[in-house]
């Protein structure tokens, strides 16, 4: 069993920064692949970001290449997703997900949810 928590969500105005933390517990975090998805009101939920169990593979959603950066620390049990160059369409619930695979990059693919996070982008 995995249990996650996110954290780092806030207001931020358009053109900023935001950086959230997942830590995870459990002994075999580093054998995960961990993802960042987000939800905003009336969509389905998609993956922004993944990063397979060593780190040596990352995936990005097309919306956020270039200004999303995804990196775990597995000494720490913790997975980050800092987010640059924020805009209005990036508010959204986002959370953070464990995939007992090494790598994972669609929602049906993870086995283990956080609670989510709110970010906000004023314009």
């Known amino acids: 069993q995995v249990q996650l928590v996110e954290s780092g969500g806030g207001l931020v105005q358009a053109g900023g920064s935001l950086r959230l933390s997942c830590a995870a517990s459990?002994?075999?975090?580093?054998?995960?692949?961990m993802g960042w998805f987000r939800q905003a009101p009336g969509k389905e939920r998609e993956c922004v970001a993944a990063i397979s169990w060593s780190g040596g593979s990352t995936y990005y959603a097309d919306s956020v290449k270039g200004r999303f950066t995804i990196s775990r620390d597995n000494a720490k049990n913790t997975v980050y997703l800092q987010m640059n160059s924020l805009t209005p369409e990036a508010t959204a619930v986002y959370s953070c997900a464990a995939a007992r695979a090494g790598w994972a990059t669609r929602v049906g693919e993870y086995d283990y949810w956080g609670q989510g996070t709110q970010v906000t982008v004023s314009s």
């Open positions: 459990g002994r075999t975090f580093s054998s995960y692949a």
